[in-house]
């Protein structure tokens, strides 16, 4: 920061620029630092009020400087404002010391004759000079020239956000003994936020039962983080707010995905917007041109959406759904379809991915729609409910597999003789999956399916068999590591990770 003409520190309401500023600010006092403070609002939004505030921290940072740039102001304040902020550099240039000016919430000054100043400004500045500014944007000002001469640090709110072992640190100061997992827990449900943190630890330390009973008593916003998101989002445009409302019922979006949900073609701008604001969305990596909200401001949104337009939800998912579907990307399709109702389209989707996701070990995924749909509707489904059982069996959950192919088997009444004959097979081929796995050879080669006359057993119904049963029992067990750890994930009530 010392060698640097500007130093932008940007990021969301509650990233705790102010403080970070301050720290800084401290750190410079020093016999050849001179350190100015001006904090803004919307009343400065004026240049010669905001120069007349800046030259007036100046004097108390250094006596006598910029004087005359306050008398030239009182006898004409209608001068181009170029005029005295030439006279202000003139003054600084004469300075030994290095004259470090810090603006905080620029994001108040939205008057363009401002920024016209503060470039021609940073154009001329003498090098002793220091700008620092804290916004929850990026300020119209020569950032490229400025980057490209290296004078322009810039620290956003990935570098402001809590890791997890800062996370530990700030809860040690209010609680004596906290577990680990209730930090890591903490964590994400903050995302790293500072004042959600702040507003969680602080709260909890003076609330009956301590951290661990407020997390888990607490696990969507409390009243304090609610009302800090509220005031956040009351000071956007209200186009914005509608696009960050409908937008909300997205796990992760881009801008072609937003432009279905809500019907416009905007988004690619709306998204800017909410980037250039710093609005507590972050982009996914490697995964260009995706972005996540914040938990707890989708938390938020999804809450304002149902209770400002809940005529609205199914549709939002329904467009949705017909997005991911028309990618290929059938998990969310299927969930989309779900939350909105579609039941058939659902399942039509459920049975494209059912043993890819056994294959990844998402067993719980298949198992959370299975109860999610009518008992009924899913007894016509015999290609999901065999991706099921394969699961089971993957996952050594062997009585349940057992108990769900004799079901399957029950309902084969209704089928036509060739589907009869290759879910029976089938059937077989996971009964004796299962007994492998239990380590009984034995019972395994009693439970083969039959052969064919070629001399060939039954062709394969699913791709796994093909590729799985040929595999050891070993390599069965390690496949099931994902599914057990997801269960832990589960029990925890810890989101799955995308």
């Keep these: 920061m010392r060698t640097k003409l500007l130093s932008i520190i940007k990021g969301p309401a509650g990233f705790a620029k102010t403080s970070v500023a301050l720290a800084w600010a401290r750190a410079l006092e020093s016999p050849d630092c001179r350190v100015a403070w001006v904090t803004l609002d919307p009343n400065d939004d004026v240049p010669t009020r ?19 740039v306050i008398a030239m102001i009182s006898e004409n304040s209608l001068l181009p404002i170029e005029t005295p902020i030439s006279l ?22 939205t008057e363009p004759a401002i920024h016209q100043g503060l470039s021609f400004f940073l154009r001329n500045a003498p090098p002793n000079f220091h700008l620092v500014l804290t916004t929850r944007s990026d300020p119209p ?23 997890l072992s800062e996370t530990d640190r700030l809860l040690s100061l209010e609680h004596e003994a906290v577990s680990s997992s ?80 809500t019907s416009t073609r905007s988004s690619k701008e709306m998204l800017a917007s909410i980037r250039k604001r710093q609005l507590l969305m972050t982009p996914l990596a490697g995964q260009e041109q995706w972005y996540t909200y914040h938990p707890l401001l989708a938390e938020f949104l999804r809450a304002q959406l149902q209770s400002r337009y809940p005529d609205e939800v199914p549709e939002l998912n329904r467009r949705a759904a017909r997005w991911f579907a028309s990618s290929e990307m059938w998990m969310e399709a299927v969930e989309h379809a779900l939350a909105a109702g579609d039941v058939q389209e659902g399942l039509r989707w459920i ?88 380590d009984d050879s034995g019972g395994a080669l009693s439970s083969r399916p039959p052969h064919r006359r070629n001399g060939f057993p039954p062709t394969p119904v699913s791709s796994l068999r093909e590729t799985d ?30």
């Excluded at 905001?50 to 005359?68: I, K, N, P, W, Y």
């Excluded at 030994?96 to 810090?102: H, N, Q, R, S």
């Excluded at 937008?247 to 279905?260: E, H, Q, Y």
């Excluded at 060739?418 to 004796?432: D, K």
């Design 88 to 109: 202000l550099i003139n003054e600084l240039a004469e300075l030994d010391e290095d004259v470090f000016l810090l603006l905080d919430d620029y994001h108040h000054l």
């Design 182 to 261: 209730d930090v890591e827990l903490l964590h994400s449900m903050t995302g790293g936020w500072p004042a959600a943190l702040r507003l969680a630890t602080s709260t909890s330390a003076h609330t009956g039962g301590g951290l661990a009973s407020y997390l888990r008593s607490r696990m969507g916003l409390s009243p304090e983080i609610n009302d800090y998101v509220e005031d956040m989002i009351g000071t956007l445009p209200a186009a914005l707010v509608s696009f960050m409302l409908r937008t909300s019922i997205l796990d992760r979006f881009n801008a072609s995905l937003c432009d279905s949900v």
């Design 141 to 163: 000002l020569p950032l490229p020239r400025l980057r490209a001469q290296n004078q322009l640090l810039e620290v956003d709110a990935t570098e402001l956000r809590f890791d």
């Design 351 to 438: 049975e494209k991915c059912a043993m890819d996701l056994v294959k990844r070990g998402e067993l719980l995924t298949l198992l959370g729609w299975q109860r999610r749909l009518p008992s009924g509707v899913m007894r016509e489904q015999m290609r999901v409910r065999l991706a099921i059982a394969w699961g089971m069996a993957l996952a050594m959950r062997f009585d349940e597999a057992l108990a769900l192919l004799a079901d399957i088997e029950s309902d084969l009444v209704s089928a036509t003789a060739n589907a009869r004959e290759e879910i029976a097979a089938e059937c077989q081929t996971i009964r004796s999956v299962v007994i492998a796995l239990q």
């Design 469 to 498: 049963t040929r595999r050891s029992p070993t390599t069965h067990i390690a496949q099931t590591q994902d599914t057990r750890r997801q269960a832990d994930r589960v029990a925890q009530g810890r989101p799955r990770p995308r």
């Design 50 to 68: 905001l120069l007349f505030s800046a030259v007036h921290a100046l004097q108390r940072a250094s006596e006598g400087l910029g004087a005359s």
